[in-house]
């Protein structure tokens, strides 16, 4: 299975991104990671084929994570970016463990810059 991460690009504060991830075949749970410069990956968001969704306290009230089975698609919906949401985005598909990052497969990343 591929994954194909898009929609990265350079935000305002305050503004907002939509990112893309579409799976080459139907995968059941998945989620975003972001990795940023000189810091560790983290887990952001996550969502199962049922759309039960989780976000990291960090991103809540602000990202939205969907999903749209039929074009085995998810996204993730940034509003309110602020700059220490810059990072390198990726999505994952089909976890050991949601929060982790013990996940099967990979996109290849996004970058996200906000900056004034």
């Known amino acids: 299975v591929q994954l194909q991460a898009s929609g990265g690009g350079v935000a305002q504060p305050g503004g907002s991104l939509r990112l893309s991830c579409a799976a080459s075949a139907q995968i059941y749970d998945m989620g975003w990671f972001r990795q940023a410069p000189g810091k560790e990956r983290e887990f952001v968001a996550g969502?199962?084929?049922?759309?039960?969704?989780f976000l990291s306290d960090s991103v809540k009230g602000r990202f939205t994570i969907s999903r749209d089975n039929a074009k085995n698609t998810v996204y993730l919906q940034m509003n309110n970016l602020r700059p220490d949401d810059t990072a390198v985005y990726y999505c994952?598909?089909?976890?050991?463990?949601?929060?982790?990052?013990?996940?099967?497969?990979w996109g290849q990343g996004t970058l996200v810059t906000v900056s004034s």
């Open positions: 994952a598909g089909d976890p050991m463990e949601m929060f982790t990052g013990d996940y099967k497969y």
């Open positions: 969502i199962t084929y049922s759309s039960r969704t």
